[in-house]
């Protein structure tokens, strides 16, 4: 038997299957279309599932990677071939433990949410189990998500802040990028260039948080010299409204992911 089966291999469940694979990992796969199918059969360690039902049979630990709309339909395909044994791993926000119990009653589930950058091996993710996983299955799961990124343990009650935060976040991050490699190229910068400066940039200033542990704000002040280029700038991005758009965009998605 498999150890993971990922239904859907999409951006975020392709994100994860690339990750697990260059881990050496097996596992199996399966998703309606047949020519996103078509890109796994090259690789050894992946089997190419019949369908999600085979999928199930053939898989300890299930992660669900299809889009939230389709999470009921899905369920109710699989939910027969779904032992007591087997662990069902939900990425979509707005499935709460409640709700997806309800769908898969007396069953294991864990909701995670991960992000893209798991193709990198990069992934924040975070694991809420129902109490039916035994502390060896956390581990498990914990282990899995592991290969590809950086996890945490976390309560459900977060989990609408965590997916604002750290699943959106990627794409926030992109849009800056964009829009700073945009300011350059209008300053004469070739465009690709720039996309590789400011991303080592971006890559650096998170490294330093995590690594210095020092508060960002002091990391900002170590920036920016009196009377020097950096506080133009910033001076722009407060009048402009940069924090409170952040802060604005974050509640959208949490509010979002509380309704759904
Ligand atoms: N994209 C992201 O950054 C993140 C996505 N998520 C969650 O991951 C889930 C998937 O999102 P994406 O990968 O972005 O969507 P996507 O649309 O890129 O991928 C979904 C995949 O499911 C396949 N599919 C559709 N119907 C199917 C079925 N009946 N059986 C098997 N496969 C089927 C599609 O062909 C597609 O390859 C969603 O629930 C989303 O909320 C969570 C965290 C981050
Ligand atoms: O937008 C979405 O639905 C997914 C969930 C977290 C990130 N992307």
Redesign the pocket.
């Known amino acids: 038997m498999n150890r993971v089966g990922i239904?859907?291999?999409?951006?975020?469940?392709?994100a994860i299957a690339h990750g697990l694979i260059n881990n050496k990992e097996e596992i199996i796969v399966?998703?309606?279309?047949a020519e996103?199918l078509s890109e796994y059969k090259s690789f050894s360690n992946v089997q190419i599932a019949k369908d999600?039902i085979d999928l199930v049979e053939k898989s300890k630990i299930i992660i669900?990677?299809?889009?939230?709309n389709?999470?009921k339909?899905?369920i109710d395909?699989i939910k027969n071939e779904f032992s007591e044994d087997k662990i069902l791993i939900s990425?979509?926000?707005g499935f709460t433990i409640e709700k997806l119990e309800n769908l898969l009653p007396n069953r294991k589930i864990a909701m995670i949410?991960?992000?893209?950058p798991a193709l990198v091996y990069e992934s924040m993710s975070a694991i809420c189990p129902n109490t039916l996983l035994t502390e060896g299955e956390i581990e498990e799961v914990k282990k899995i998500f592991n290969l590809i990124g950086k996890v945490a343990i976390l309560e459900e009650e977060y989990f609408p802040a965590f997916?604002g935060t750290c699943?959106?976040l990627?794409?926030y991050v992109y849009m800056f990028i964009e829009a700073a490699a945009d300011g350059a190229v209008l300053n004469g910068m070739k465009r690709f260039d720039a996309y590789e400066f400011i991303a080592q940039s971006v890559l650096g200033s998170a490294k330093m948080v995590l690594e210095t542990k020092k508060h960002p704000g002091e990391l900002k002040d170590m920036v920016t010299s009196p009377g020097g280029t950096t506080i133009e700038g910033l001076k722009v991005l407060e009048e402009k409204g940069f924090r409170g758009s952040i802060i604005d965009a974050i509640n959208a998605t949490v509010e979002k992911s509380k309704n759904m």
């Open positions: 239904v859907g291999i999409g951006n975020m469940g392709g399966s998703d309606g279309s996103k999600n669900l990677a299809v889009k939230p389709l999470y339909t899905v395909e990425i979509a926000p949410m991960p992000n893209t997916s699943g959106c990627p794409a």
